[in-house]
């Protein structure tokens, strides 16, 4: 497993991908009790009919899992292992779920601390991964250009995303309470802290925030105003593309913002905006009017 861990590290994978690929090869390890070197064809057969049949593995927990034994067997081991290229998990057409405006503004409000509030306004405002959120820096906010800059996204990638003016000013408010040179939401550190030790404690921080407390405090909220809906920061990202598209923003416009490499993967969005659905029966009502009337 050690060469397998320098092996990642020479291709230059981002930190995440690497842990995961580790974590994939680790637990397949274990579910065999051999070295994962040992291993023939047909026990990584075995292994996914047992995951997708007895432990109901999500497809992108299987295509996570098949990636890293690609790269273990062939990359590193030079092996063949064909059979690999056999096993598909496609996604299940399911559409994402998202809130609705005012159901947004209820979750948000009913978060108690502003360092927890802030970014999650800002995930919602921006449409923005939740590590995106965290990472951001003071010197990627244009304030006056109505946009952020976000640096190495998903698959490495620079994009703009639109912000605005309102967002912008709470952003600034809340800066000037810790002042970090460096991160607009620096971590805040272990341990109680009353305002003025938190300040103190985030001006100096080298690290973002916990994506981990992030997402507890955005669960509870929604549980407090009764949200029975599946509340997540990437739902609030849904969300964000969902009333763009509601109200009438261009498709490739929200594709830009979300950094989606395909403009299929933004149309989905298109199927969630009941405004939209309104409109068009309206639209689709007066034209066949006339027709009828004949």
Not at 53 to 71: E, T
Not at 73 to 99: H, N
Not at 204 to 227: C, F, W, Y
């Amino acid at each position: 497993m050690l060469r397998f861990a320098e092996y990642l590290e020479l291709q230059d994978f981002r930190q995440t991908t690497s842990a995961n690929y580790y974590r994939a090869i680790s637990l397949i390890a274990r579910h065999f009790d051999r070295d994962p070197a040992q291993l023939s064809e047909e026990d990584l057969r075995s292994y996914f009919v047992h995951v997708r049949s007895v432990l109901n593995w999500a497809p992108k927990s299987c295509r996570q899992h098949l990636a890293a034994m690609k790269h273990f067997y062939r990359g590193m081991l030079s092996l063949g292992f064909e059979s690999l290229d056999q096993i598909k998990a496609r996604d299940r057409e399911t559409l994402p779920t998202v809130l609705t405006p005012k159901e947004v503004a209820r979750v948000l409000s009913a978060v108690p601390l502003l360092r927890y509030r802030v970014p999650l306004l800002l995930i919602y405002a921006c449409g923005l991964r939740v590590r995106e959120c965290v990472n951001l820096t003071v010197n990627h906010i244009d304030g006056p250009g109505n946009r952020l800059f976000i640096c190495d996204g998903k698959g490495g990638k620079d994009r703009y995303t639109i912000l605005a003016t309102p967002v912008y000013d709470e952003l600034r408010r809340y800066w000037s309470f810790h002042k970090n040179r460096r991160f607009v939401f620096p971590a805040v550190g272990r341990g109680l802290r009353d305002s003025k030790g938190a300040a103190a404690h985030m001006a100096i921080a080298t690290e973002p925030m916990d994506t981990n407390s992030l997402r507890t405090h955005l669960r509870k909220a929604a549980q407090r105003v009764g949200v029975t809906k599946k509340v997540t920061c990437h739902i609030l990202r849904h969300s964000f593309a969902t009333h763009l598209a509601a109200a009438g923003v261009p498709l490739h416009q929200i594709q830009a913002y979300l950094g989606h490499e395909h403009i299929e993967t933004t149309t989905v969005y298109t199927h969630l905006t009941p405004i939209s659905h309104v409109e068009a029966i309206g639209y689709i009502n007066d034209l066949i009017a006339p027709i009828l009337k004949r």
